[in-house]
């Protein structure tokens, strides 16, 4: 049994409401531009493939609210461009559907959550949150109703490291007094999370809701309801 578990944020527990497409939409709609729901979901592939290109160019952007910023407006602006909206515009609409990620209402825990985090609790298991994520997380995780289950929230902007670099998970630990060889991690992207938690010496979880995972050497589950067995606490 570990002595703690930690946890990605999107994809994990949380997805956004009602999705990425709708936001996108609303804030157009808003501003005067009226798109139809099925044009911009026929984008989000090239969206996906503009955030993975930018991570594995360069993934250090995660360490700095700005830079994160920079490169999650750069990806929505692209949308709008592909929308038939001008570049000045396209621009600043970008921005509101970044700020619009900020706000608790955009997103939602999955089922799974609370139970599962509660499970843990129940055995005397520590829980904590390491994530990708700018200096908003924290707020947001409070407003969601789940930070009083976490005892650390460790973000990627707040303490300038990323995933998956190891010193980002052993910051975690060191935050909740365990040793990495004592903790998991469980997250939704392979290079992030699982070789990440892998090098720090913890014990990878691949959570794919989507079922779309293929790696070999790893526990995967479909759901937080799927961790107790995996983890040995059943």
Request: negative net charge; charged residues 25%; proline residues 4%.
């Amino acid at each position: 049994m570990p002595e703690a578990v930690f946890f990605d944020v999107g994809n994990t527990l949380l997805y956004p409401h009602p999705s990425v497409s709708q936001v996108v939409l609303e804030v157009l709609e808003e501003a005067g531009h009226v798109r139809d729901l099925d044009a911009i979901d026929e984008l989000m592939p090239l969206v996906d493939e503009y955030y993975e290109d930018r991570y594995r160019a360069d993934d250090t952007f995660w360490t700095d609210s700005e830079e994160t910023s920079a490169v999650w407006v750069g990806m929505y602006a692209i949308l709008c461009r592909r929308l038939g909206i001008e570049e000045e515009e396209a621009e600043g609409l970008a921005q509101a559907v970044y700020d619009e990620f900020g706000l608790a209402e955009r997103w939602r825990a999955y089922d799974d959550v609370t139970a599962a985090l509660d499970r843990l609790a129940a055995h005397g298991i520590k829980i904590g949150v390491i994530s990708n994520w700018d200096r908003r997380l924290r707020q947001l995780l409070v407003e969601l109703g789940l930070h009083e289950r976490v005892g650390a929230v460790i973000s990627s902007a707040m303490v300038g490291l990323h995933k998956p670099d190891p010193r980002i998970f052993e910051f975690g630990c060191d935050r909740l007094g365990v040793i990495p060889q004592a903790a998991a991690h469980v997250g939704d992207h392979y290079y992030a999370d699982v070789l990440g938690a892998r090098v720090a010496g913890m014990t990878p979880v691949l959570i794919d809701r989507r079922g779309w995972a293929t790696p070999d050497g790893v526990d995967v589950i479909a759901s937080l309801d799927e961790l107790d067995a995996v983890l040995g606490l059943e």
